[in-house]
């Protein structure tokens, strides 16, 4: 079966192929780093054998709990933010019908603890007042505030429609093994918990009961998905030969272009239904590489329809981007643009052509455009949309991230930035404990 595949070619008019292989040796060393476990950030390496060490007794209890919630319940509330959300959304998304939400699937997946729109939760509360739901909760830290603000008032409502011993049924939490109001709320309570490994950081995540639990919820097949991890786990992992193996490759090749100056790096789709798959990656790499001021931005676009909006930027502005293609290489649908007779609208050209070969030469045609207009383009080419390779293109993304990581010379597993504006807003709310902070905001707000 083939793989995921990485193309640098539409890079080489920018960098060259002595560019991308002066890293060899570095990007050898980063990886042998990962492996040994004596780089920054080492005692966040447990996503490194994830897929391998996941059993059949493991998956067969996620789908035994997917099982009874998707029996139990006509709408499933996923509450988490960042690592503990985006790779569920992003998986679901790219494998569920693009309507699965007006074809009333059983159950729907909705999201929340991701924002504190007082709107949105407020417009959830309202939609789920006459629905059968259940509750996973996910929060590694078990403290995470725009979660557990969501989840106090998702459980004060299931309680009220069912009472708090049916309730207990339908909630699932998943967090760290001991530490967190979290895990303390769940052993009082008595739900049903998962455990997010110590080792494994929220972004790297998805393939801990954070991803797969919501993932076997929506009725997809997180066998294949953990399989395609495996087989990347031991493509990325094998290191014979850099110019084989894609996550070397990958990381190398951004990195050069980094070094020439293309700070921002674009991931582009052609299928709506990746657009969370950025939402992901961009968390992945923005979190993992952004610190110490330096760091490629990350920035996604869905393309055709950014075209006719962000393109003109890309085409034409500031020349200090480069692009990274998700590029499917066959549909799963079969659609063909019908003949008209009168052809009013000038499109008989395209008669019985298949609508993705016009989303090819979409993709070709800009490729080449972007290319003439000084934007280098990476593509990472798919097979197929399917369980399978979404699997092999998380862990590839993780392991080019790990090595980019270090390459960068930063801790790619830590996030001390995110914590700054907590800091602030829980001494804007008088939280106990910020007593200090909230007297030094005070003086500089007056
Ligand atoms: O990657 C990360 O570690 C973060 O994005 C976290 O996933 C996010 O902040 C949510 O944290 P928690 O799971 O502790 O609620």
């Not at 693009?98 to 924002?115: D, E, T």
């Not at 769940?186 to 998962?194: D, I, L, N």
Request: glycine share 8%; net charge negative; proline share 3%.
């Amino acid at each position: 079966m083939e793989d995921i595949k990485l193309c640098i070619k539409s890079t080489l008019d920018f960098i060259s192929e002595s560019d991308v292989k002066a890293f060899e040796a570095q990007v050898k060393k980063c990886n042998e780093t990962l492996e040994d476990g004596t780089g920054k950030g080492n005692d966040f390496l447990g996503w490194l054998h994830l897929p391998s060490s996941i059993t059949k007794e493991f998956l067969a209890d996620i789908k035994e709990t997917a099982a009874y919630l998707r029996a139990n319940c006509d709408v499933v509330v996923v509450a988490g933010i960042g690592g503990s959300y985006l790779g569920a959304k992003a998986v679901i998304d790219s494998l569920s019908n693009s309507f699965a939400w007006l074809k009333n699937p059983k159950p729907a997946i909705v999201y929340a603890g991701n924002n504190i729109g007082e709107d949105y939760l407020a417009e959830l509360m309202e939609y789920l007042s006459d629905k059968k739901f259940g509750i996973i909760n996910i929060s590694k830290s078990g403290t995470t505030t725009e979660t557990a603000l969501a989840f106090r008032l998702l459980k004060t409502r299931l309680e009220k429609q069912v009472g708090k011993d049916e309730a207990r049924k339908r909630i699932v939490a998943i967090t760290d093994k001991a530490k967190g109001a979290l895990r303390t709320l769940s052993t009082k309570e008595g739900y049903k918990t998962y455990v997010i490994p110590d080792n494994v950081g929220g972004r790297f995540s998805v393939l801990t009961p954070v991803g797969l639990l919501p993932i076997a919820v929506a009725g997809l097949d997180v066998d294949a998905l953990v399989e395609g991890a495996q087989r990347m786990e031991t493509v990325c992992g094998t290191y014979t030969s850099f110019e084989e193996n894609p996550a070397a490759m990958y990381a190398a090749t951004r990195n050069a272009l980094y070094r020439s100056g293309k700070k921002i790096e674009i991931l582009v789709n052609y299928q709506p239904k990746l657009h969370f798959i950025a939402e992901w990656w961009k968390q992945l790499y923005g979190e993992s590489e952004g610190k110490e001021n330096k760091g490629i931005f990350n920035a996604s676009v869905d393309f055709t329809t950014d075209l006719h909006s962000m393109g003109q930027w890309i085409q034409e502005g500031e020349r200090t981007i480069f692009e990274t293609v998700l590029s499917i290489k066959s549909a799963n649908e079969k659609l063909e643009v019908p003949f008209d007779e009168e052809n009013l609208d000038g499109l008989n050209f395209l008669a019985g052509k298949r609508v993705d070969e016009v989303n090819k030469m979409a993709e070709l045609g800009t490729r080449l455009a972007h290319v003439d207009g000084g934007v280098p383009n990476l593509r990472i080419e798919i097979p197929v949309l399917n369980a399978y390779y979404i699997g092999q293109l998380i862990y590839f993304f993780e392991r080019a991230c790990g090595i980019s990581g270090y390459l960068l010379e930063v801790n790619p597993f830590n996030q001390p930035g995110v914590e700054a504006y907590k800091k602030n807003m829980f001494a804007l709310l008088n939280k106990p404990g910020y007593e200090a902070e909230s007297k030094a905001i005070q003086a500089r707000l007056k």
